[in-house]
């Protein structure tokens, strides 16, 4: 089925750890996000790329690294975990983020550090 | 924060009644883009308005921009049960290739 695919869905992780999340998109789109989503805070831009090799920083990249080696995937990494890194998160793809077709979203991420 | 910000927080509505949120922003933008989150669910995309268009419709849904007072509305119109979830704006600024910012969103619930 095309659409966005995280995995995994739940994560629990000890302060320090480390962990990749994933995200994989089979409709070709070059735009990729991922976002963090915590109560009251709404949904805030961590990384993002605009196509295979090229991302750049969002709103709250502290603590976090992507890579962007294929058009299809783009895994979140998180260097070690911190109880600040608890949320859910989510990835998203766009063919373009300025015609009418916005943002496809992944089911998301919920991930505690404890 | 480059964020939206939506108003009111929370909306209570009765079945077929119209439901209106409002978002707020702060720069410039290329557009403006408006998301419904059911409970533990992802985004997903419900319409996209341009700087240069002021009033775009999709079913139900009407959505307005004023770039002079930067801010937008969502009109749901003859609200459903099946309508209750979050609301988010998003922006995607004019100089910015890849970012789309969200707002804090509206929790609106319709009640049967």
């Known amino acids: 089925n095309a659409g966005v695919t995280q995995t995994p869905k739940f994560q629990v992780l000890k302060t320090g750890q480390s962990m990749t999340l994933q995200c994989a998109q089979d409709m070709n789109h070059e735009y990729m996000s991922w976002y963090r989503q915590d109560p009251g805070m709404g949904l805030r831009l961590i990384h993002y790329s605009v196509g295979a090799g090229i991302t750049d920083q969002g709103e709250v990249p502290n603590g976090y690294n992507v890579s962007r080696s294929t058009t299809e995937d783009f895994p979140l990494r998180l260097l070690s975990a911190a109880p600040s890194q608890t949320s859910v998160y989510f990835c998203a793809s766009s063919y373009s983020i300025t015609t009418g077709e916005g943002y496809t979203f992944g089911s998301g991420t919920r991930l505690t550090v404890v | 924060s480059q964020q939206g910000e939506e108003d009111p927080q929370a909306l209570s509505i009765q079945e077929g009644e119209n439901a209106t949120m409002n978002c707020s922003y702060k720069t410039s933008i290329n557009n403006l883009q408006w998301y419904r989150q059911n409970s533990g669910r992802g985004l997903v995309h419900l319409i996209l308005i341009r700087s240069n268009e002021r009033e775009k419709h999709s079913g139900r849904l009407r959505v307005t921009l004023d770039t002079s007072k930067k801010s937008s509305s969502l009109l749901i119109t003859a609200s459903r049960a099946a309508d209750t979830a979050s609301y988010f704006c998003?922006?995607?600024?004019?100089?910015?290739?890849?970012?789309?910012?969200f707002g804090r969103g509206t929790q609106l619930t319709v009640w049967p």
């Open positions: 998003a922006t995607k600024e004019g100089s910015t290739l890849g970012r789309l910012y």
